[in-house]
């Protein structure tokens, strides 16, 4: 599993920016703290433009692969991960980019490192928000590290702090844990949301919790795909149908603990595998375009 893990995917390869992440030393809180300073969360802080983004930055959202990425903070600032960098010389983007920065680097310095797609409880009291986060492997086994908070960050919820390196299993579900919470009845699915503001049916409760289930199996088979993207059994539905919960519930509970092998099989099925081409629902328009993989 550490030898899976510790290999590059496709999104999270640096190509050849890989030494420009050489003088970011293999440390993990050195790491984490890096990869907090490479992206500007595109509605976190409200509109970009009234930090000094031109509004055509919020493209950046769209970058996929981390050699893109390292491409274009190297042409913001060519100071390597780890400088202190102004709000303007990091990407737009949101909590996937953060986590792919940051697995991009462990990863790179010979870190078992991957993504993992659910929600949190952490970011706005009295909800679970659709968000990503990392997952490293240690001695003593797999900790949820948060790249996208700054140092000294407190929970909203009980202005306690915790350790961004190894976030409490209860603040964040992943998706394989969100779901089989709410099916227990442990966690009211109306809290499931992307934002509480967004009225979009498709984007909270269970049709969000079946959505970010996939996206966890596709990053644990290390398909770090943008949380807009849709494929095979996604799609905007704004309930699901009774053969749909019967699948997400078997998927919950092989993800809860699976062997490599075992992921590797569960993402051959036609409804879960990311094919090369897949469609993205890109915000704020909402509007569906075709993309092919490369």
Same mark, same amino acid.
């Given at each position: ?7 590059h995917s ?5 190509g ?7 003088a970011?030393?293999? $440390? ?6 890096? =990869?907090s300073?490479l992206v ?5 802080a409200?509109?970009?433009t009234?930090?000094g983004?031109? @509004? =055509? *930055?919020?493209?950046?959202?769209t970058? *996929?692969?981390a @050699?893109?990425?390292?491409?274009r ?6 100071a390597?991960?780890g400088?202190?960098r ?5 990407? /737009?983007?949101?909590c996937? $980019?953060?986590?792919l920065l940051? /697995? ?9 490192a991957? =993504? !993992?797609?659910g929600? @949190?409880?952490?970011l706005m009291p009295?909800w679970?928000?659709?968000? /990503?986060v990392?997952?490293? !492997?240690?001695?003593d ?29 209860d603040?964040?579900?992943t998706?394989p844990d969100?779901?089989?919470a709410v ?9 499931? /949301? ?5 009225e #979009? ?10 959505h ?13 795909m ?9 799609? $905007? ?9 019967? &699948? ?5 509970e ?5 062997d490599v092998?075992?992921?590797?099989v569960a993402?051959e @099925? $036609?409804d879960? !595998?990311?094919?090369?081409?897949i469609?993205? #629902?890109?915000?704020?328009?909402q509007?569906?375009?075709e993309?092919?993989? &490369?």
């Open positions: 599993m550490d030898d899976f893990y510790v290999s496709r999104f999270s390869d640096p050849p920016h890989a030494d420009w992440l050489d970011t030393p293999a $440390d993990l809180a050195v790491l984490r703290e890096a =990869a300073q500007f969360h595109y509605w976190g409200g509109a970009i009234e930090h983004f031109p @509004a =055509a *930055r919020n493209d950046e959202i970058l *996929r692969y @050699a893109a990425m390292w491409a903070l190297r042409e913001l600032d060519p390597p991960p400088e202190p102004p709000p303007l010389h990091r990407i /737009v983007g949101c996937r $980019d953060f986590t940051f /697995v991009s680097m462990a990863r790179h310095h010979g870190i078992p991957r =993504a !993992r797609v929600f @949190a409880s952490y009295g679970y928000l659709d968000h /990503v990392a997952e490293v !492997r240690t001695a086994g797999w900790h949820l590290v948060e790249p996208q908070l700054s140092p000294g960050f407190r929970d909203p919820v009980d202005d306690v702090a915790f350790d961004l390196l190894d976030v409490p299993r603040r964040f579900l998706g969100a779901w089989t099916r227990a009845g442990e966690l009211d699915p109306a809290l499931l /949301v992307v934002s509480p503001d967004l #979009v049916p498709f984007l909270r409760g269970i049709p969000y919790a079946w970010n289930l996939v996206l966890d199996l596709a990053a644990l088979n290390k398909h770090e943008l949380q807009w993207d849709v494929w095979g059994a996604l799609d $905007d539905s704004a309930a699901l149908a009774p053969a749909t919960v019967a &699948r997400a519930d078997e998927l919950a092989l993800l809860a603990d699976a092998e075992q992921l590797r993402f @099925a $036609d879960v !595998r990311v094919p090369p081409v469609h993205t #629902v890109t915000p704020p328009g509007l569906l375009a993309v092919v993989l &490369r």
